[in-house]
Every structure is written in C-alpha cells, then in structure tokens.
C-alpha cells in the first residue's frame, strides 16, 4: 500500500536539520507537477534538489532512519526507499533554483517549490502550461542536449493528455534521428514506461505520427507499403496497431476472453511486468513481413514472418538492452503466434496431442502466445468471413485457455513426485524428469487416471 503520509513525515523530519545547516531545499518535478494538475493526485516518488552540504544531510538524516544510497556520485544523486514509495535527492545544479529548473526538460516539469516556506519557483511559466495542457521544452538545447526527453514528451502526453507546442514539435522533427544515440538502456526504459502508461493503444501511432518509431524500430516505414491482400484489408502497420489496442481492450476488459486471468500478465521482469512486455509484443508480431514478403504470379505471401519477425526482435531488444528473460519472452510469442492459427484450422478440438505438444513446446508463454492469437485474429479486417471464422476463433481460444489450466492443475497436482520415481524405477538422474513428465502428458491424454496406473505404467517401461 502508498502510505500517503510518507512526504510529509520526511518534510517534518528534515525541518530541524534544514534550519540547523542553513540549507536551501526543494520539492521539483513530478511530484510538483501531478498536485497542481490535480490535488487529489497520490504520487509514489518525490524528487529533492538541494543547495549545500548533500553529504551531512545524509548523514543527519539518517540518525532519523532514513538510508539513502547513491543513484549517481557524479552529480549527486542519492535515493531512499520507503516501501512503494522512494524520494530522491540531488544537489542544485547551477547557483540557484532558478539556474537548476533550466537545465530541465519541460516547462511543466521546471517548477520547485521551497520546503518550509512553501514557496513556489516558476521561472518558465510551467503552471501556465499545465493548464493549457501544453508540453514546451524549457530551452532551444533541451532536447537536444538529451534526446530521450522526446520519449519523456511522449508519455507526458499520453499519461497527461498533453501536446506539444509548434516550437517543441519543430524541434523533435529535427533531431528525432538522435535518440538512438543515446543510452540503450535508458531508450528502453522509456519505451516501456510509455507502453504503460498508455491505456487507449495510442504509444506506436503517437510516437510515428511525430516521426520518432522508425528512428526505434526497424522497418515501420516499409511496413506501410504492404500486407493488403485476400486476408487482410489494410497495411501491416496500421494492422500491427490494430492488434497492440486489441490487446490494451482487453487489459482494461472492454474486450473479454473467457478463461483468460489476466492476472497472470502481473508477473514482473525487472521493473515492468508481462503486460507491458506483451503488450510490445503485440505491436511487433507481424514485423517479419517486410522480409518475408513475397509476390509471384499476382499473389502476396508472408511464409516465413513468424521465424523472421522472432530473430528481428531478439536483435531489437538485445540492441536496447532489455532483460535476458523478457527479451526471450517477445522472441517466443512473435514466434509462436500463428501456431494457435495452424491448430485451430486443423481443428485441435479434437487432438489433445497437439494441445498437449504446443503447451510443453511454449510453457507459460502459451498464454501470451494464444492471447496474441486472438488479437491477431480479432484486429484483422478480412475482405470475407468465410463461414463466421472470427467467432469461431475466439472460442477455440477460450477453448485452449481452460485446457491451458487443466495442463497446468495437472502438472501441479502430481499423482507421483520425484522421489516415488526414484523408488519404482531405481535410477536416478535425468531418467526421473523424463518419467514424471511422460506420465502427465498420458494423464492429460486420459490414458492414465489414477496413481495406481502411473505406479503400473512406469513398471512397465524400459527406462
């Protein structure tokens, strides 16, 4: 839980030690900006510049409990956290606030206001800004001297409804080819911090309209010129948006798929969790298609997209730097996502052994590919609805989400564990995994029902 007081005990617990140094401190940032677009606002974070001795007020704040720790030595920037909830200090940058706020991105994000006296600093007009609901760079050298702030905008104007001013929008169109030269790590962070701010499936559409996406990522532009065919009516592009605010539909349930809990996607990788990473994956699932893209005697194939798309994004994220685990996760739901579509057209209904195979081949990312599969399939404007398929898609994929949960209720709920292997069979080793799970794939084909059949069935076989 926020615990809501938390800025205001460490302002209370700071007064003493402030008044005793002399020094000069300052609430800034998102913290500021978020009350004064509305008072009710629960910020988690709290950001602190500070002018004079950052090192003994550490340490005098720490005889009151709170442990900072550095974020960055070199320009001072130290950390405290405090449950959900972290406060951040730096040193002043510059000889006064003022000097400080214009080293910042936007004007709404310059303004300070002084503890204890509660004073308000708004040299550029922020307040004005957050009003209008307008993103303007503090200085002509803002963006440019950091072109990652562009991806800050972004989610600014996503998360707060903001847009850029004609001066700003000018400046992001002239150096939008620069972020890339930035830090990878810190590109990635943004990237997803925007996917997860955007609840309405607008990040890609945004971040292309003002010419930022194909400086990112790879072929955006040439995926504009193709993907019409019998199958679909529209670009690869525009049908690759389709599918990510498909997805974005269902976290927020306009969109419902039975059996599907979608609190699963909570599951976190670092920082950010499965629906972020899913989401992104949503967006990239057809982005083999520029490679794969062929045409012979007037007809458009894609063969191949799936493999193609799958090593692309392992490229992508690897460039930028994302977690080992989560880079593996995009990679195995672009692969994977037209194989629901293979099962479904060769009517897995009726073999458990393909269900069961897809399940063992993908493990938990099953579900991340079948819900793909289903946004796929329900962002594509087909040219004919041959026979009702779309329907018929989605309750093959409810279908397989509650097959999913009983081959994972069976997989938990053992009728023999490893150390009753190893009493029947007298070997250990790997021989035990292959035992345990020969005897649920056969319990979830129906062929063994009981312990007593696992126990016969293991006797057996010649392992």
């Known amino acids: ?62 005889k009151k409990r709170y442990r900072f ?101 000018k400046q992001i169109e002239k150096i939008s080819d620069k972020i890339m030269e930035s830090p990878k790590e810190r590109i990635c962070r943004e990237i997803m911090l925007i996917i997860k701010e955007d609840q309405l499936g607008i990040a890609f559409e945004t971040m292309d309209n003002y010419g930022i996406l194909k400086n990112i990522i790879p072929y955006i532009d ?30 927020r349930e306009k969109i419902k798929l039975r059996n599907l809990d979608l609190s699963i996607f909570d599951c976190r990788i670092g920082e950010f969790s499965l629906k972020e990473y899913l989401s992104l994956a949503c967006f990239l699932h057809d982005i083999g298609k520029y490679e794969a893209y062929k045409k012979e005697n007037n007809k458009i194939s894609f063969h191949g997209h799936d493999i193609k798309g799958a090593s692309i994004c392992k490229a992508f994220c690897d460039n930028l730097k994302f977690p080992k685990r989560a880079e593996k996760y995009i ?29 063992y081949n993908y493990g938990i990312c099953a579900i991340g590919i079948l819900t793909t599969a289903f946004c796929d399939n329900y962002a594509t404007r087909m040219n004919l609805d041959r026979q009702n398929e779309k329907e018929r898609f989605k309750i093959f994929i409810e279908y397989m989400l509650k097959e999913y949960k009983l081959y994972c209720k069976m997989k938990e709920d053992r009728l023999l564990n490893g150390e009753d292997v190893v009493k029947i069979l007298g070997q250990e080793g790997p021989v035990v995994k292959i035992a ?28």
């Open 222 to 251: 040439e995926l504009k010129t193709i993907g019409k065919c019998k199958y679909h009516m529209e670009d690869v592009f525009t049908h690759m948006n389709l599918t990510y605010g498909v997805f974005k539909d269902i976290l």
């Open 69 to 169: 720790f550095t974020i960055k030595e070199s320009v001072g920037i130290y950390r405290c956290v405090l449950g959900e909830n972290t406060i951040d200090i730096s040193s002043m940058r510059g000889n006064s606030i003022e000097e400080d706020l214009r080293t910042r991105d936007f004007t709404v994000n310059a303004i300070a206001m002084r503890v204890i006296h509660n004073k308000i600093f708004d040299p550029f007009y922020g307040r004005r800004a957050l009003k209008s609901r307008i993103l303007k760079s503090v200085s002509d050298k803002s963006l440019e001297e950091d072109p990652v702030r562009i991806l800050r905008g972004i989610r600014f104007y996503i998360k707060c409804g903001m847009h850029f001013n004609l001066e700003t929008e």
């Open 331 to 359: 990679e195995s739901i672009v692969k994977g996502h037209m194989y629901p579509l293979g099962l479904f057209k060769n009517e897995a209904f009726n073999s458990k052994k393909a269900t069961y195979k897809f399940f």
């Open 1 to 62: 839980m926020i615990d809501l007081n938390y800025l205001k005990k460490f302002i209370y617990d700071l007064r003493e030690i402030v008044n005793n140094m002399e020094l000069e401190i300052y609430l800034v940032g998102g913290y500021v900006r978020d009350k004064l677009m509305n008072i009710k606002a629960e910020p988690k974070d709290a950001d602190f510049v500070i002018k004079g001795d950052i090192h003994q007020f550490i340490k005098e704040i720490g």
């Open 436 to 463: 345990l799970e020969d005897i649920h794939r056969l319990r979830y084909l129906g062929k063994i029902n009981n312990r007593r059949e696992a126990i016969d069935y293991l006797k057996s076989q010649p392992f």
